[in-house]
């Protein structure tokens, strides 16, 4: 039977779901281990409510900070605190872009307001952030920082890129996300092909 | 944070995947155990890949019938085989009717276009039929035969009742899936409830 044409939102979501189940992936989540409060379900879970998120991504309405700042809200349903936050500053601009050179056109074009939004998207997440950071996203007065120096969600990234991988991905053009999928299509794309790219990251 | 307001296909979807994930379930697919051809991934990308077809039967554009042969179409896009006929089959209705009430009152007003449906989806699953079988779904007179005697698809669930737990479901007023619900909710809704209601039906 003929396959239903795949949106990238649909591509976006069994991204989520393969890698999560992939096993084994060492010290991550994957179909045969859990965090002690974070488990495979809530991963899946998570997978399934980004939908609005991703969508609207793919239809570019909106700015990526207010995206990403969806995709936190509507994955905030279940207990299993962050589960993808890092994947969606990852999937959304490629959801805008299309691509990777999209992806990196997108990034490099952010404002000031999407640097507000993804900051009151981190102050949502449960992701653990450095004691004494200089712009803590628990602290209100970080956003009018952000204003007064006028930083894009791509300058935050800059500043954020040397104790980041994901932050970095925004800097490099994305280049672990295409050594990833390279790796994947160099696997052969079956079963055990996310565990190889995993391991050879 | 407050959730984001699930819709009844966003509930289907979740209810797929923690149904697959859900561990020990004696006999069938979950999260430690693969049939050697549809392994959990196959049952995931179902879910996901499901997502049209649930929303449009969440809107009631169609019929049952057309909805299940549109979710079959759908999920056609895997290796696995047969992940969830047996489960579109009661979801649909229960989509379109938002509750057990209403889905017996959706699959009691069925029409022979609805049976025709039904029967070319059933033709593009690999679900295993019994050779010999009065009304073949591989045999295109089969078709010809619902029309000239006239059968709804209700009728046809009448039909197979006795032999198929899942028709049963649609003659008895879902009996079954109350029950299942009734368990889930009794075991607390926790990681082990669909395990015990698994084991409990």
Redesign the interface.
Known sequence: ????P?TRA?RA??AM??EV?AYPKPGNVD??HDYETT???HF??S???A??ALEAAERSEGGPGALIHQAV??T??HRGGNTHFGAFILLIPLLMGGDIPGATRVVGSTTVDDAVEFYRAFG?TEVRVIQGHELDVHDPSSIMEIRSRGMTLYDLMLFSAPRDMVAREWINGFEMTRRGADLIHAAGSG?QAVVEAFLGL
């Open positions: 039977m003929r396959m239903r795949l649909d979501q069994l779901i393969l189940s179909r045969c488990r495979l379900e899946l879970a997978a399934i409510l939908r609005p809200e509507c905030s349903g949502k079963q």
